[in-house]
């Protein structure tokens, strides 16, 4: 819950977690923990027990990503994009072959991260959040296919090499 209201201005409840993670089977969620340092107890390192967590939903054909989330001070490390492309190849493997998502129209890190993966603005939901903020509403299609995957994998496969080795705990 700490990375949830750290994240977002409108934060999910630990009752719409609990439900997503126990009762819905259609939800899929990946969390990122910090690796273990040899030697060290977690106690010791100071470090978050979660770094990183998203969610899809599926929906046959249809992938939806409800939620991606990194710790404040881990942001800027690629984290953010490898889930984001853990959770494509996740729904990729369950069958998706269209991603679609809402973000805040404010949020242009995220616009820009969701861009460089291929995603399109298909639609916007007028006040959208509990704030009243819109929502770009964006898709990207064509999961199953090799012209659209490939440079994906490719970019999950580097990401997830250098994640492999570690990152860099923030100082």
Known sequence: MEL???SFPSPWTLATY?????????????????APV??????EA???????QG???LFGAEMHIVTIAVQPAWRGRSVGEWLLLALLALGRE???????????V???????????AGFEAVGCRRRYYPDKEDARILALTGLHRKRVWEPLRERFEVLSALMG???EAPG
């Open 46 to 52: 100071a470090l978050p027990s979660l770094i990183a």
């Open 4 to 6: 949830e209201k750290v």
């Open 94 to 104: 369950e069958g998706a072959h269209t991603a679609t998502l809402e973000v805040r």
């Open 165 to 167: 080795r570690g990152v």
């Open 18 to 34: 609990h439900s997503e993670l126990t009762r819905n089977s259609r939800s899929r969620y990946l969390k990122v923990g910090p």
């Open 55 to 57: 969610g899809i939903m």
């Open 106 to 116: 404010s949020n242009e890190i995220a616009l820009r991260l969701y861009r460089r």
């Open 38 to 43: 040899p030697g060290v107890r977690a106690t």
